[in-house]
């Protein structure tokens, strides 16, 4: 399937899902549910769902099997978001394009909108009518894993830490493998496991993803400082401005550019040790770093 198709066939499928599964019946915490609906609905790009069908059907899995799981993989990104955002976090006012969901209603509601999409997750995966509960297990398993302690909790602590003393090129890269990356593996490895693929085949998704992550944000440490050079004329990103390491400060730009290169070779290497085509999955990984 050409990926132009893809993106028009299964983009307003995962809308059409999200929304449906947002909308609750009249009840006292109803102010919750709209923020929720504020925040997830009209906006983002849906990589990690997208990602999650495009496994699916690159290993002959059906979509309406891997529909749910990769709408719940999506309501844990917007967590990640929300969290994100807040002064204690990240301090910003805009996402996607509108004011983050703690300037549009308050703090404490963002707070709780977090605390309800991660949750939620969680209950739609262990409740989805579509999944054996052997599927269900793994994926609970790996999105445990993917979001917690190990993975993009993880990540945003020592991204934390960061800010207050300069960190050591390794322990970059191993920040934004959890922050990231751990998710874009999850997302691979739902479509994986909603198609029934083998332990190896998981173990190559989950390799995939990894380096996905990893150059997906370089790129982006790579387009802050393009973006920051066209406004202020200066070759500099507002992290490295505030003193916070980048792969830029640990790469130079040249360094950084030819990283994304070596992990875009890794990519397409472990794509092509599947045994059969992914044609469709290895299309939308490798736009998504090109
Ligand atoms: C609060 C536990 C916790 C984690 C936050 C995701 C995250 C961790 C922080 C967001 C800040 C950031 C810029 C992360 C790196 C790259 C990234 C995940 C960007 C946002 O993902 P996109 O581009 O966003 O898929 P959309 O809006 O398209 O979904």
Redesign the pocket.
């Known amino acids: 399937m050409q990926l132009a198709l893809f993106e028009k066939s299964y983009l307003p499928l995962i809308e059409a899902k999200l929304k449906e599964v947002l909308t609750f019946p009249e009840s006292p915490q109803e102010k919750l549910f709209a923020a929720a609906r504020y925040s997830v609905l009209g906006?983002?790009?849906r990589?990690r769902p997208m990602l999650t069908l495009a496994s699916a059907i690159s290993f002959g899995g059906n979509t309406e099997i891997a529909l749910l799981p990769a709408c719940a993989l999506e309501l844990v990104?917007c967590y990640?978001?929300i969290?994100?955002d807040l002064p204690c976090?990240?301090d910003d006012d805009f996402r996607?394009g509108k004011p983050s969901l703690h300037k549009h209603t308050d703090e404490g509601t963002a707070v709780l909108v977090g605390d309800f999409l991660l949750t939620y997750a969680f209950d739609l995966l262990a409740n989805a009518p579509c999944l054996s509960d052997s599927q269900r297990i793994r994926m609970i398993q790996t999105l445990t894993h993917s979001a917690g302690g190990q993975g993009?909790?993880a990540?945003?602590f020592l991204d934390l830490e960061a800010e207050k003393a300069p960190i050591s090129k390794e322990l970059q890269r191993d920040l934004h493998s959890k922050?990231?990356a751990e998710l874009f593996s999850c997302a691979l490895l739902f479509g994986a496991i909603a198609a029934g693929s083998s332990e190896e085949e998981l173990e190559n998704c989950r390799k995939i993803g990894l380096k996905l992550g990893l150059a997906f944000?370089i790129l982006?440490d790579i387009l802050d400082i393009t973006a920051s050079e066209e406004k202020h004329g200066k070759k500099i990103s507002s992290d490295q401005a505030n003193g916070k390491s980048t792969f830029i400060t640990h790469y130079g730009l040249n360094g950084a550019k030819e990283e994304v290169a070596k992990l875009t070779h890794e990519i397409e290497h472990a794509l092509n040790t599947f045994g059969h085509e992914t044609p469709l999955m290895a299309d939308f990984t490798l736009r998504m770093i090109r």
Request: no cysteine; glycine share 16%.
């Open positions: 906006g983002g790009k990589l990104h990640s978001l969290h994100d976090m990240d996607r993009m909790v990540g945003q922050k990231t944000q982006d």
